[in-house]
């Protein structure tokens, strides 16, 4: 039984900051060599955000939060985190946290169709 659950989302004022986590659970790491965020935003198709791999400390970031998204990871726990900085209105959607298992170079195009595990979305808001 896989399961991914997304936790953090909320509401905060324009600039402002906040951490989404994802916990996996039911999987080895066999099966989650690559984890990622994606998000929905309105008027907009889903979107990678970041990727991580787990072979390496390479990240993958959309242009939009390149430079105020990280990506980071704790394989041990089956966590991976969003760390949002400097948060505009246009960030507001629902976030997902997803895994699979990929090569580090196929990881870095965090290609959706990759994704086998998909969480169910936490929300965020920005205003």
């Known amino acids: 039984h896989v399961q991914l659950v997304e936790s953090g989302g909320g509401s905060v004022q324009a600039g402002g900051s906040l951490r989404l986590a994802c916990t996996g659970s039911g999987y080895t790491y066999k099966e989650t060599h690559c984890m990622a965020w994606f998000r929905r935003t309105s008027g907009a198709a889903r979107e990678a955000v970041a990727s991580i791999h787990i072979g390496g400390p390479d990240t993958y970031l959309a242009d939009a939060v390149k430079g105020r998204f990280n990506i980071s990871r704790d394989s041990a726990k089956n966590m991976w985190y969003l760390q949002m900085t400097e948060l505009k209105p246009e960030d507001t959607g629902m976030y997902y946290c997803?895994?699979?298992?990929?090569?580090?170079?196929?990881?870095?195009?965090?290609?959706?169709?990759?994704?086998?595990?998909w969480g169910q979305g936490t929300q965020v808001t920005v205003s």
């Open positions: 997803a895994a699979g298992s990929m090569t580090t170079r196929l990881c870095m195009q965090s290609p959706a169709a990759g994704f086998v595990f």
